[in-house]
């Protein structure tokens, strides 16, 4: 059996950790812009219903696709990919969308206060202090794919653990970084440029 999640939360930001360039409203996560600086975030939040399917079966698999956003507003227009490999982390989930402009409106490459984006436990994260692998932020653990320059739909192909890392399923919310590891660039559609082109994650379970 194959479940399928709409994204419901998707933003992206570059090397600034100014929170006036959140673009969590935008309809485009900016993979690799800023010489490859620039990291894209997706949230899957699972329903009561979703999760307790997902808790009674064993999950072998999935996928997450990402469709390419050539003609986003806001990004140049015309942006089509570069050939590069995107890896997928898994990611915190406790971020804020937020809407494109307004100080701190949501998750930008820096952690401040508590409310402020990042960081919605009670000892929220010192200010000015940038995002980290090694299961602080993101696990090192992660699944990738080849982003072409004709790209596009891309099919990262993920493992069990990937998907279900940090305890996603009990917590109901799977989230990911999406990053650039070997140059290359995908302006990615989110969930506000449409419902077909949004984000999806598909996960293979059987008894």
């Known amino acids: 059996m194959t479940v399928t999640i709409e994204a419901t939360a ?5 090397s600034t950790c100014a929170g006036t360039v959140t673009n969590g409203g ?5 993979v690799g812009l ?3 600086a620039g990291v894209g975030l997706v949230r899957f939040d699972l329903g009561d219903d979703t999760a307790a399917k997902l ?5 072998i698999g999935g996928r997450l696709r990402l469709h390419s956003n050539r003609n986003c507003q806001g990004c140049g227009l015309g942006l089509d990919p570069q050939s590069g490999t995107m890896s ?7 971020w804020d969308e937020g809407t494109s402009g307004g100080l701190a409106a949501g998750a930008d490459r820096c952690r401040r206060a508590k409310g402020k984006g990042w960081g919605a436990a009670d000892r929220a994260p010192s200010s000015d202090t940038k995002i980290t692998g090694g299961g602080v932020d993101f696990d090192e653990s992660s699944d990738s ?9 891309l099919t990262i192909q993920l493992r069990p653990e990937v998907i279900s890392a940090r305890g996603s399923i009990a917590a109901k919310q799977i989230a990911f970084v999406l990053r650039m590891v070997s ?11 449409s ?3 949004a984000p999806r994650l598909e996960i293979d379970t059987c008894e």
């Open 10 to 14: 998707d933003t992206s930001f570059a």
């Open 88 to 94: 997928v982390h898994p990611l915190r989930p406790d």
């Open 145 to 153: 794919a080849l982003v072409a320059a004709d790209t596009d739909e």
């Open 26 to 30: 935008t309809d485009n996560m900016h």
């Open 34 to 36: 800023d010489n490859g």
């Open 55 to 59: 808790q009674s079966r064993r999950i």
């Open 195 to 197: 419902a077909a082109l």
């Open 183 to 193: 140059g290359g660039r995908m302006i990615v559609a989110t969930h506000e440029e």
